[in-house]
């Protein structure tokens, strides 16, 4: 889950980063009020969206009076920023700038292991740094101390362990002219998998990369791994979309070309989504259920590669037990391989007889994008 920045500065300032003074303006609040309880004179107004370059893209604006900070707020609400929702606005102390330093924490998968990533140069053109200037240090999470001369890392260390981050970022970490150091930036990417335990991650509001708030679906379906540990598999991805095609695939590489296979045989899918690592049958049926219940739907296809763990026979249990409520009239595919396959597809084939459903059935025996085709020609026949 990507944070905001807002909320990304709280958790730098639980573990002991400095960060600007500054609150955030929501829809219906007044800004001049919000910045008279700020009571700093010169402030920088930051849209809050979950992508970058808003320095860039007019998403930042410096305001010294009630008007500017009232017109800056009203005209950063009213837009998307690059395609991105903007849901808040942050007002902070603009700072006394004497440096700018770049500092980060991420895992690397090519390590396999955490890396500290500084740079002595950092704000927004942080891409065109030379490589050389650069520093990178392989981390071990087998130790709490860093024996690393570089600011604030220790803290940022801190808070990527304890608050089970996949990315902590500060651009730019600012030196001002009095010799502190203040993250005038945050960019905080948290584990997905780590929900079982934060409970206080259910206080973070609902959120899309989209230019829009979550639907009522999105945020079901997030639900579903919440309080889950990674074992128990996930099954609480699903992005809504405006295609008529509900889509149920099974996690791997190839999710993404499904897709443009879909478009190419001109279907428009209707959400994206995807269960992975051998959840439960509960769970891919609550996946199921929730994706089938969006209005409009002109087909099913249920489609994954060949899986290595997660049981075929327990995850089609899930989605038969949905398709037993809904009991669509619409086409279904199905193509599935792996552990427990032929169970698996005997269990479709007896829901599709006893509901009366139009449904075909497919092994490893021919390719996720033909099945594709065959959805195509299904569909065009059943209107």
Known sequence: MNLYECEGKKLFQKHGIK?????????????????????????????????????????????????????????????????????????????????????????????????????????????????????????????????????????LWNCFLKEDARLAEINPLVKTKDGRWIAADAKVALDDDAWFRHEEWKNFPPRTMLGRLPTKREVEVKKIDEGEAWYRGTAGKYLEMDGDIAILFSGGGASIANMDALEKHGLQAANYTEYSGNPPREKVYALAKIVLSKPGLRGLWIAGGVANFTSVKDTFQGIADALDEIRPAYPIVARRAGPYEKEGLALLKACAKRNNLKMKLFGKEISMSETAKVLTEMVAHSN
């Not at 690059?82 to 603009?94: N, T």
């Not at 065109?128 to 990178?136: D, F, G, L, Q």
């Not at 392989?138 to 220790?154: G, T, W, Y």
């Open 19 to 155: 960060i600007p003074r500054g609150l955030c303006i929501h829809r219906g609040e007044e800004p001049v009020r919000k910045y008279q309880e700020l009571g700093i004179k010169e402030v920088v107004a930051k849209a809050q969206v979950l992508s970058g370059k808003r320095g860039k893209n007019a998403g930042i604006r410096f305001c010294s009076s009630e008007e500017e900070v009232r017109q800056a707020a009203e005209e950063l609400l009213s837009v998307n920023l690059r395609g991105q929702y903007v849901a808040a606005v942050r007002i902070e102390e603009k700072l006394d700038i004497a440096q700018e330093h770049y500092v980060s924490i991420t895992y690397d998968t090519s390590a396999k292991a955490p890396v500290l990533i500084y740079s002595e140069e950092g704000g927004v053109d942080i891409e065109e740094v030379p490589r050389e200037r650069i520093k990178n240090y392989e981390l071990s999470i087998k130790s709490d101390r860093l024996a690393v001369d570089v600011p604030c890392a220790q803290e």
